[in-house]
């Protein structure tokens, strides 16, 4: 038995942080103004290997910067994964486009290619992906679907979740048209809220930078000549955001660590884990973890870990075409609504030790085998 809360996650901050705000503190430049803004979205572009890349306030306005930024909009559909975070979703409803939802696959959870196939129409304008909780979805698939038409399709990656996450050894963001990444508090590095906007197009990103800043005309002042968003990041927020990138191979090397020791504690067991796929590298933002359970005994499991071993845990999304605002219409999306019934995320932040790990593996086993006598 452990004497404090495990948490879900918990942000580790770099020391340099404290330097660098409290710099961005003694110059006044506190605001959307500051070395540190740019000095971000270059690293970030460095580190991620995308030429271009713009900074702004969270990870739902870069979705609903990017969707803009290729003019999708009212009559539009956009092909996403039902399995994912409501922003994905909602960021395309902002433009005005209709969501086309697809099921994901069993082995991997990414958006499942063949379903997309069968979901093109003549209103297809786009597809989203989304590497959820940090695992790459099959880019190869996506690209040759998207591009080998007379029409090409756009392709959006959602790398909220994959920071840090790799297809055939590229970083993810390289593989669409424009990408997305969040900065959250429990995203792998944070600036507390945050977001990044990346791409290899120069146009793209040039029409994020205006729409980011309330639509601002170069070169004649307070004129802005298109419907623009305030969607900027401040300096203080860049500044932190450059201190996690100093830290973020040692972060991403101990979430593996962390992947790597529940494995060895869940094998030849009756507890499965979100697998990595060969050719891909899965940043494990969320170590998550499903069973041959429904989803009462699910969520009676995740009771138990919270009241009695002092574990927190959170579920797998639910699907997106099962909420209120997008169940206009019957659908069925198989995969996505078991994973959402038998699986939770578990405690995977980077100061987690040895003994914690064992002591939350050990629980969830315990508490699966009681449920099942």
Request: with cysteine; glycine share 6%; net charge neutral.
């Amino acid at each position: 038995m452990i004497d404090s809360m495990i948490p879900i996650y918990k942000p580790i901050i770099a020391e340099t942080a404290k330097q660098y705000v409290n710099e961005c503190l003694e110059s006044s430049w506190i605001s959307s103004k500051g070395k540190y803004v740019k000095m971000f979205e270059d690293r970030f572009s460095l580190k991620t290997d995308i030429k271009y890349a713009t900074s702004c306030c969270n990870g739902t306005s870069a979705l609903h910067l990017s969707l803009a930024a290729l003019g999708i909009g009212e009559g539009d559909e956009v092909i996403v994964p039902t399995f994912t975070y409501i922003a994905s979703v909602n960021a395309i409803r902002y433009t005005g486009a209709t969501p086309v939802f697809v099921d994901c696959l069993k082995d991997t959870w990414q958006i499942d290619p063949d379903d997309v196939k069968k979901k093109i129409t003549s209103k297809t304008k786009a597809i989203m992906v989304v590497h959820l909780y940090g695992h790459p979805a099959d880019m190869s698939e996506i690209q040759y679907m998207a591009h080998n038409r007379k029409r090409p399709l756009f392709i959006i990656e959602d790398c909220a979740e994959a920071f840090g996450s790799k297809y055939l050894n590229k970083h993810v963001g390289q593989f669409g048209d424009i990408a997305a990444y969040s900065f959250f508090g429990n995203k792998t590095i944070t600036t507390g809220e945050g977001g990044m906007v990346v791409t290899n197009n120069e146009s793209l990103h040039n029409r994020v930078e205006k729409l980011k800043g309330q639509g601002l005309a170069k070169g004649r002042q307070y004129w802005h000549d298109v419907l623009g968003y305030n969607y900027r990041m401040t300096n203080i927020q860049a500044a932190i955001g450059c201190s996690q990138l100093e830290i973020s191979d040692t972060v991403l090397k101990t979430k593996r660590s962390i992947a790597q020791q529940y494995i060895g504690h869940f094998e030849n067991s009756p507890i499965s884990w979100h697998r990595e796929a060969p050719n891909v590298q899965h940043s494990y933002w969320m170590f998550s973890v499903t069973m041959d359970i429904n989803e009462e005994q699910r969520n009676k499991m995740m009771e138990i870990l919270l009241k009695d071993k002092k574990i927190e845990t959170r579920p797998l999304f639910y699907p997106i075409h099962t909420m209120p605002m997008y169940s206009h219409k019957y659908e069925s999306h198989c995969v996505s609504e078991v994973l959402h019934r038998t699986g939770f995320n578990i405690p995977s932040f980077p100061e987690l030790k040895f003994e914690q790990i064992e002591y939350i593996a050990d629980s969830i086993k315990e508490i699966y085998n009681e449920i099942h006598r």
